[in-house]
């Protein structure tokens, strides 16, 4: 009703979900490339608490992954990190944390979940997916690696079953993962122009990721 009165526009928001452990500039990428194709008014950053389909693995303590993506994003006055999924208790569903969005910025908000192909693959096994595809629109981003037919032929279904509710972005291709990251700085590699500097010296100070296990 507020913003009817005021005839201004819905705002539109872009979510990029991740472990980001740690954070990198793929992310940065995605986010940026989203933000400008989809005239996004912000972007949230979300670090997953207990990351669902990691449970198994060994995730960095939040505090540091929420630090590394302060850090990474607080020079972008378009980028904003939200600490809800680590305030949150038990596994982090993405569900949980489109549902808070919305109460949090009304029905008239346009929220845009942001994510990787790889992600994209393995949708249909996160929580009320269906009715998650319901509650905001995706963008889906190319990532090095991952099969383009198949992530094309996953979007054309979605397309069928839901409606244009996913949208396909095209970013140049950046072969960069958090594991992979994590390997190179366990094996006294560097990752330097990988990351921002200022995430690279919080991991120098921090001594993380020295001793992997999972
Ligand atoms: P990990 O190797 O630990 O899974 P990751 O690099 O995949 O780390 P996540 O935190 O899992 O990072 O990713 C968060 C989101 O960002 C996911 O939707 C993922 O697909 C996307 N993403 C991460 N890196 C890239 C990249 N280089 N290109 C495109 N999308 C990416
Ligand atoms: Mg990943």
Redesign the pocket.
Known sequence: AYLKENKEKPEKIGI??????PI?Y??LV?AQWAKEEFSLDKVLFVPAGTPPHKLHKEVLMGKHRYRMTTLATNTNPNFKVSSMEMNRLGPSYTIDTIKDLRKEYGKDTFLYFI?????VLDFYTWKDYEELIKSCYFIA????GYDVEKFNQRIEEIHELFGHRIFKMD?PD??????NLRKRINQGKSVKYLLPETVEQYIIENKLYKDLKG
């Open positions: 990029l979900g991740g472990t980001f452990d990198h793929g992310h995605i994510t990787g192909a790889d992600s981003a190319t990532r090095e970013i950046l072969d960069i993962s958090s594991t």
